[in-house]
């Protein structure tokens, strides 16, 4: 197990494996892994306020209000922060990354990249998800217009890892990385 902290960022398509790679690298690393959708759909179940905006949105593919993103992020880690880091599946676009910076400092970004038809096809085939593809088309959309611009905004604060390799190849690259 990892000692050193760390705060990394995922960004990429729906589909590329950034939940995935979370849950994995923050296991093997000792780090906390999360998604933004997953503290905002804790937020949606403890307040009724904030619910049918945030269950819309998730089930629609649109994009949540910031200032909803910011309030589940402030919950999230207003409880107890990790010392050791984390590993976060997320945001989209720059003003959701800028959002998470209020709460904790971003060491590394790692791209997830992948083709778009080969991420259609695993968000749309996930076992257990109803993902249709409208929805995934949405998604798409949502990536061309927030999150490939933070990327590009991002620069060469990003490390760009190939999502289309065997999913430990990624796990590999990503470790890798995270140690330099």
Not at 61 to 70: C, K, R, T, Y
Not at 155 to 164: L, Q
């Amino acid at each position: 197990m990892e000692t050193m902290k760390r705060n990394i960022c995922l960004l990429g398509r729906s589909g590329a494996g950034k939940t995935t790679l979370a849950n994995k690298l923050g296991f093997i690393l000792g780090v906390t892994g999360f998604s933004i959708s997953d503290a905002l759909c804790e937020l949606a179940k403890d307040n009724s306020s904030y619910r049918n905006t945030i269950n819309e949105c998730l089930r629609t593919g649109w994009s949540v209000p910031i200032d909803i993103v910011e309030k589940s992020l402030d919950r999230k880690f207003s409880k107890e922060k990790d010392k050791r880091g984390y590993i976060i599946d997320g945001p989209f676009g720059i003003e959701q990354y800028e959002c998470l910076q209020k709460f904790i400092s971003l060491d590394k970004n790692f791209w997830l990249r992948l083709g778009a038809q080969e991420a259609v096809f695993r968000a749309v085939t996930r076992d257990g998800e109803r993902t249709g593809l409208s929805i995934q088309t949405r998604r798409e959309d949502l990536y061309h217009q927030l999150t490939l611009p933070l990327i590009q905004h991002l620069g060469d604060k990003v490390t760009e890892i190939d999502a289309s390799q065997h999913h430990q190849r990624v796990l590999n690259d990503a470790i890798t990385e995270y140690r330099k």
